[in-house]
């Protein structure tokens, strides 16, 4: 079973406040031999829509020596949960959920918002605060 991050309760309520129910804690992917955990997974219903939106979020604290080292595993990560969401569940969305203050800092850089256009990284973007969704990016 994987390891909670320290935003992992923090984010689960935010998305609880924006609507989404939880459906995984955490959400399994099993693609052929290999079995992978993403943090999260949820769901939300929009108005007359009977399937609803479905997601995967997975959680990224950012708080290693080196912000472009843990942002170059975060990348690793997400590729292959991509992947394996695509073959096995392609309704459902893949995001990584970053805090605000770091989203402020060191995503704002040029080089890292090149790199999360070219990359297409879908972010959702929390106040660890107040335990609120601030921004999707997709």
């Known amino acids: 079973m994987p390891q909670y991050d320290a935003y992992h309760e923090t984010v689960k309520r935010a998305l609880v406040k924006d609507g989404w129910m939880i459906t995984h804690d955490p959400l399994q992917l099993q693609y052929k031999d290999m079995r992978l955990y993403a943090d999260l997974g949820a769901e939300k219903t929009l108005g007359a829509e009977k399937a609803g939106r479905k997601i995967a979020v997975e959680i ?67 106040d660890a605060e107040t335990e609120e969704v601030v921004q999707w990016i997709r």
């Open 60 to 126: 990224k604290v950012f708080g290693g020596d080196s912000l472009t080292t843990d942002l170059q595993k975060a990348k690793g990560q997400y590729d292959l949960y991509h992947f394996f969401l695509e073959t096995i569940d392609p309704d459902r969305k893949l995001y990584l959920a970053v805090a605000s203050e770091v989203w402020e800092t060191f995503f704002q850089r040029p080089s890292v918002r090149d790199f999360v256009a070219a990359m297409q990284l879908s972010l959702m973007i929390f």
